[in-house]
C-alpha cells in the first residue's frame, strides 16, 4: 500500500505565496515522476506541474515563472512553491505519482487527497 499525503494549503492574498508538500509514504521500490493537479470548484482537474525521477519540471502555461516544482528523492516527497497567487489559482491541489513501482513489482499511479488552495483578491 502507497500513500500520497498533501499539505501546505491554506488561505492567502493574491500576491502572496504557498508551498505545497506531498510525501509518499509505504512500500515500494521506486516512486518515480510526480505530479500536481489541481481542480477548482465545478471544473475537471487539471495538470499543473510534472516532474522526473530525476528532476526535470514541466509547467502549464498558466503557472510558469509563478510556480516551481522540485522533488526531495532521499525524503520521497515533492514540493509546489506558489508565488505571486492569483484568485483563478484557487482549487484543490492534488499530489500524483502515475507509476510508482511497487514492493509486488507492480507498477500503479496514485493520487493524495488533495489539499485546498485559496486566494483571496
Known amino acids: 500500500q502507497v500513500q500520497l499525503v498533501e499539505s501546505g494549503g491554506g488561505l492567502v492574498q493574491a500576491g502572496e505565496s504557498l508551498r505545497l508538500s506531498c510525501a509518499a509514504s509505504g512500500r515500494f521500490v521506486r516512486v518515480g515522476a510526480m505530479a500536481w493537479y489541481r481542480q477548482a470548484p465545478g471544473k475537471q482537474r487539471d495538470l499543473v506541474a510534472t516532474?522526473?525521477?530525476?528532476?526535470?519540471?514541466n509547467y502549464v502555461d498558466s503557472v510558469k515563472g509563478r510556480f516551481t516544482i522540485a522533488r526531495d528523492n532521499a525524503k520521497n516527497t515533492v514540493y509546489l512553491q506558489m508565488n505571486s497567487l492569483k484568485p483563478e489559482d484557487t482549487a484543490v491541489y492534488y499530489c500524483?505519482?502515475?507509476?510508482?513501482?511497487?514492493?509486488?513489482?507492480?507498477?500503479?499511479?496514485?493520487w493524495g487527497k488533495g489539499t485546498l488552495v485559496t486566494v483571496s483578491s
Open positions: 516532474i522526473t525521477s530525476g528532476g526535470s519540471p
Open positions: 500524483n505519482a502515475p507509476s510508482v513501482l511497487t514492493a509486488t513489482s507492480h507498477v500503479m499511479a496514485y
